[in-house]
Nanobody
Framework: QVQLVESGGGLVQPGGSLRLSCAAS????????IGWFRQAPGKEREGVSC????????DYADSVKGRFTISRDNAKNTVYLQMNSLKPEDTAVYYC????????????????WGKGTLATVSS
């Protein structure tokens, strides 16, 4: 069956780094565009970053540009989110999600979702 499993969350101090992973199975990963989303307590889920299926085109929310980097390893069916210079406002549950082809990751167009991993940025 389809699975997306996030890992790599944890507690980090402001200015620190985390590397999230999203391991996929049960669907043809190479043909799927993958997005990272996050949801902070009391807030709506928002898009963070997206990497396309066909040409590895990437996109970032303005709030994370220059600090976060998305990448994918099709041989491992895995997408990564390297998060540097973390701020307290980055604290959230981070989810990965997948959609067939496409160059963008509209929240309501994503077909498959993981259960999330919590990243907490605090001193």
């Amino acid at each position: 069956q389809v699975q997306l499993v996030e890992s790599g969350g944890g507690l980090v101090q402001p200015g620190g780094s985390l590397r999230l992973s999203c391991a996929a199975s049960g669907f043809p990963f190479n043909y799927y565009t993958i997005g990272w989303f996050r949801q902070a307590p009391g807030k709506e889920r928002e898009g963070v970053s997206c990497i396309s299926a066909t040409d590895d085109n990437t996109d970032y929310a303005d709030s994370v540009k220059g600090r976060f980097t998305i990448s994918r390893d099709n041989a491992k069916n895995t997408v990564y989110l390297q998060m540097n210079s973390l701020k307290p406002e980055d604290t959230a549950v981070y989810y990965c999600a997948a959609r067939y082809l496409g160059y963008t990751c509209p929240l309501h167009s994503m077909a498959y979702w993981g259960k999330g991993t919590l990243a907490t940025v605090s001193s």
